[in-house]
């Protein structure tokens, strides 16, 4: 059974840090692209970052790069979202998910999807 699971989300004054970990399981973690997307209250789901874990190439989405850093533990088989600096619009909830196309694939080209957590960012 496919599974992605996501933890490490919380509540955060604007400024600080997270760590989410979207741990994989059910398929070859090296075949496919993971990527986090992020979906606010009214508003539609989208990328913030994604990885390749088979050669740890990565991508960031304008909202992510300076302050966000995704990596992966390949033995875990879990990819990481280092969040620094965060905002009020940053708060919605995270979720990870799987596809076989690749970096750069679309939202609906994603094959799998864990079932979020949960971030707020005070201010």
């Known amino acids: 059974e496919v599974q992605l699971v996501e933890s490490g989300g919380g509540l955060v004054q604007a400024g600080g840090s997270l760590r989410l970990s979207c741990a994989a399981s059910?398929?070859?973690?090296?075949?496919?692209?993971i990527g986090w997307f992020r979906q606010a209250p009214g508003k539609e789901r989208e990328e913030v970052s994604s990885?390749?874990?088979?050669?740890?190439?990565?991508y960031y989405k304008d909202l992510a790069k300076g302050r966000f850093t995704i990596s992966s533990d390949n033995a875990k088989n879990t990819v990481y979202l280092q969040m620094n600096s965060l905002k009020p619009g940053d708060t919605a909830v995270y979720y990870c998910?799987?596809?076989?196309?690749?970096?750069?694939?679309?939202?609906?080209?994603?094959?799998?999807w864990g079932r979020g957590t949960q971030v707020t960012v005070s201010s």
């Open positions: 059910g398929f070859n973690f090296d075949d496919y692209t």
């Open positions: 990885i390749s874990p088979s050669d740890g190439r990565t």
């Open positions: 998910a799987a596809t076989s196309y690749g970096l750069g694939a679309y939202l609906l080209e994603y094959d799998y």
